[in-house]
């Protein structure tokens, strides 16, 4: 197409679409796809579950995933615990993984944003690691797509460990026992970075949340939560249709939603240019163990579950970004005390992780 | 003058009407493309249908076929006319669960 052409096509598109409003007319675009108008569909809402096939919406998984390029065997998770709790994966030897992702914690920090680096304050709130083996996209910001390049984000991170990569591999290579483990697990590829990735994500993929009393009752047993969280539970589904975006098993879809929390940090936004629904948002977390993990939200703005509830029943700052699913929900206080019951029966009897013994 | 707003109008028709013959239909339901590859011919269109639950922000940064339909609400449709022939990825930007490829072919 010439762009003498182009030119007049658009002047056309738009004069014709403002003339003439009953008929359909293409916009376009140029260097790019064409996008059509946008049409109305009657779609047939899906009737709403019954309690059963709801309940087997949110049934656990039988197996834990891991990657092809990365298997699981008990001895690399070994390595990867130890190095997981290793302070010398720092600059400063003082910081490990598990000082912001700490077991204590629900696998989070409990403090509001992390502290890095020289006891810095972290811009967002340390997430939880539980249940990382399901994650599809890692980080609130999703920059980051598989829990190997995870790892080693943080490790190098200035503000956070704040280790070159090159520093660390001496470090662990003068460390006998560390070569030794290496060798047994990595036969071929040795230590690297990228088996030092491999062990500790293997490792993380371990750490997932136990049987809580949600799941007794979504296998049967009525007795294992209280009226008050059923009533919860179907509020999760319907009025405050928290399950949009907190959806399965463990509680996400792994999606990116501005939720109006106020604030600057334009956090999805950075990777995904142009995107207005990108800008502020941040992705969804799933909610196991979520009474042992406040504060909340990405900037731990929030002290409570009830203050989280507080939130979404208000619907968040009004801001093109803000996910079309933000909208004040009018639910009454009971109904905000049943949904943080439901909340509540999401943690389970974790077992106490024992701290390795490190090569020295 | 008169001639070239009759080409440019016909353009603009052709456009409309190559939309609006558009056949392969993808659903979105469950926040899931219905198909995770699909062959369309060069100026030939999809259509993108958010029969979801939730709203959906499809796009594509593929060189040369870049398009963003914006935050979708359910129960709406858009055609989306491939410009430029190759592969396309085709995400949804709130989900990145959804992933789906288009062969665009001359």
Same mark, same amino acid.
């Given at each position: ?15 014709f ?12 675009s ?5 996008v ?22 949110y ?35 003082a ?40 994650g /599809?996209?890692? *980080?609130?910001?999703g920059? #980051? %797509? ?8 943080? $490790?190098? &991170? !200035? =503000? ?27 036969? /071929?590829?040795? *230590?690297?970075?990228?088996? #030092? %990735?491999?062990?500790i994500a293997?490792?993380?993929?371990? $750490?997932? &949340? !136990? =049987? ?14 209280s ?16 399950a949009?975006?907190?959806e ?10 501005? $939720?109006?929390?106020? =604030?600057d ?16 948002a ?11 993990r ?20 208000? =619907? ?16 009454t ?28 | ?106």
């Open positions: 197409m010439r762009p003498g052409l182009v030119g007049t096509t658009v002047s056309y598109v738009l004069a679409a403002m003339s003439s409003l009953a008929v359909g007319v293409a916009s376009q140029f260097g790019a796809a064409l059509g108008e946008v049409r109305q569909v009657v779609v047939q809402p899906k009737a709403a579950a019954d309690a059963d096939a709801l309940k087997a919406q049934r656990r998984p039988a197996a834990t995933p891991f990657p092809k390029d990365n298997p699981y065997t008990p001895e690399k998770a070994a390595l990867g615990k130890k190095l997981y709790f290793d302070t010398r994966l720092s600059a400063s030897s910081q490990s993984c598990a000082s912001c992702h700490s077991p204590s914690y629900g696998w989070g920090d409990g403090l509001a944003v992390g502290v890095g680096h020289g006891m810095q304050k972290l811009g967002r709130h340390s997430p939880t690691v539980i249940n990382a083996a399901w /599809d996209i890692f *980080m609130w910001d920059r #980051l %797509a598989t829990l190997e390049e995870q790892a080693l984000g943080p $490790i190098q &991170s !200035e =503000g956070e460990m704040n280790m070159p990569l090159d520093r660390l591999m001496k470090r662990l290579n003068s460390i006998p026992e560390y070569k030794t483990l290496f060798a047994n697990v990595f036969a /071929d590829e040795g *230590m690297t970075p990228q088996t #030092l %990735a491999k062990a293997t490792y993380e993929r371990t $750490i997932i &949340s !136990e =049987g809580a009393p949600f799941d007794a009752w979504v296998e049967g047993d009525e007795k294992a939560i009226d008050e969280a059923k009533h919860g539970f179907a509020l999760f589904n319907g009025k405050a249709h928290c949009s975006c907190h399965g098993w463990n509680f996400t879809n792994d999606g990116f939603q501005d $939720i109006g929390l106020p =604030g940090d334009v956090g999805r936004g950075q990777f995904v240019p142009g995107v207005i629904k990108m800008v502020h941040f992705k969804t977390p799933g909610l196991r163990e979520i009474a042992r406040a504060p909340y939200m990405h900037d731990g703005s929030l002290a409570t579950l009830d203050d989280v509830v507080e939130h979404y029943n208000w =619907g968040g700052a009004a801001r093109p970004s803000r996910a079309d699913l933000m909208t004040p929900l009018g639910l206080d009971q109904e905000k005390t049943e949904l943080v019951a439901f909340l509540k029966t999401l943690s389970s009897n974790l077992t106490p992780t024992s701290a390795p013994v490190l090569p020295r | 003058m008169r001639t070239s707003k009759l080409i440019s109008f016909a353009i603009v028709c052709g456009l409309s009407t190559g939309a609006f013959a558009a056949t392969e239909v993808i659903h979105q339901q469950g926040r899931v493309f219905s198909a995770e590859s699909v062959t369309a011919r060069k100026g030939e269109a999809l259509t993108f249908l958010n029969d979801d639950s939730v709203p959906h922000n499809i796009m594509s940064v593929s060189k040369g076929n870049e398009f963003n339909l914006g935050s979708q609400p359910p129960g709406s449709s858009v055609d989306v006319t491939f410009k430029q022939a190759g592969e396309v990825t085709v995400i949804c930007a709130i989900h990145p669960r959804m992933k789906m490829n288009v062969k665009v072919v001359d």
